[in-house]
């Protein structure tokens, strides 16, 4: 069972060597301001890179004859998963339409109230920090634009 994890292990190395010759080939690593657009994505796929390797060593080290449980979680576990993969591509599908605020705010809401189970406030609390918080930090203080929405009643929101 071990060879599985192996092969896992290897594809995030794949996946990290990718990303380093692709934002080291097609980013700007530093510019005269500080570190470039590539920065970021040439570290991460670094760190990515150590773990798998850490990874792929552990499960190498390992003997064959451990007993392992199933490969795949529960009925229910299946259900979580995907709802949360259809949520990230709702999000993106909706960004530019709804922008950043209101489609943060849905996306948080579902994520406490339906996956997390959390009580109403600290969904609501959580949720607007999250959307509007972030919105206004992100614009005000660190002039990054996000999504507004393209919607014409909701653009005269201010959303």
Same mark, same amino acid.
């Not at 609390?125 to 992100?138: D, Q, T």
């Given at each position: 069972?071990?060879?599985?994890?192996?092969?896992?292990?290897?594809?995030?190395?794949?996946?990290?060597?990718?990303?380093?010759w692709d934002s080291w080939n097609n980013m700007e690593y530093?510019?005269?301001?500080?570190?470039?657009?590539?920065?970021?994505?040439?570290?991460?796929?670094?760190?990515?890179?150590?773990?798998?390797i850490v990874w792929l060593v552990q499960v190498s080290r390992?003997?064959?004859?451990?007993?392992?449980?199933?490969?795949?979680?529960?009925?229910?576990?299946?259900?979580?998963?995907? %709802?949360?993969? *259809?949520?990230?591509?709702?999000?993106?599908? !909706?960004?530019?339409? #709804?922008?950043?605020?209101?489609?943060? /705010? $849905?996306?948080?809401?579902?994520?406490?109230?339906?996956?997390?189970?959390?009580?109403?406030?600290?969904?609501?609390?959580?949720?607007?920090?999250? %959307?509007?918080? *972030?919105?206004?930090?992100?614009?005000?203080? !660190?002039?990054?634009? #996000?999504?507004?929405?393209?919607?014409? /009643? $909701?653009?005269?929101?201010?959303?």
């Open positions: 069972m071990h060879w599985k994890h192996q092969i896992a292990a290897l594809c995030f190395l794949a996946f990290s060597a990718y990303l380093m530093y510019t005269p301001l500080g570190p470039g657009a590539g920065f970021f994505p040439f570290w991460l796929g670094a760190l990515l890179g150590g773990l798998g390992r003997s064959g004859n451990t007993e392992e449980g199933p490969s795949l979680p529960p009925r229910g576990g299946i259900v979580r998963i995907l %709802s949360i993969i *259809v949520s990230v591509a709702a999000v993106s599908a !909706l960004m530019d339409l #709804l922008g950043f605020q209101l489609t943060m /705010f $849905l996306f948080m809401i579902f994520m406490l109230m339906i996956l997390g189970r959390q009580t109403i406030w600290t969904t609501l609390i959580i949720a607007l920090v999250c %959307s509007v918080g *972030v919105y206004h930090v992100f614009g005000r203080y !660190l002039d990054v634009q #996000l999504p507004a929405a393209s919607l014409a /009643f $909701l653009a005269r929101l201010g959303l």
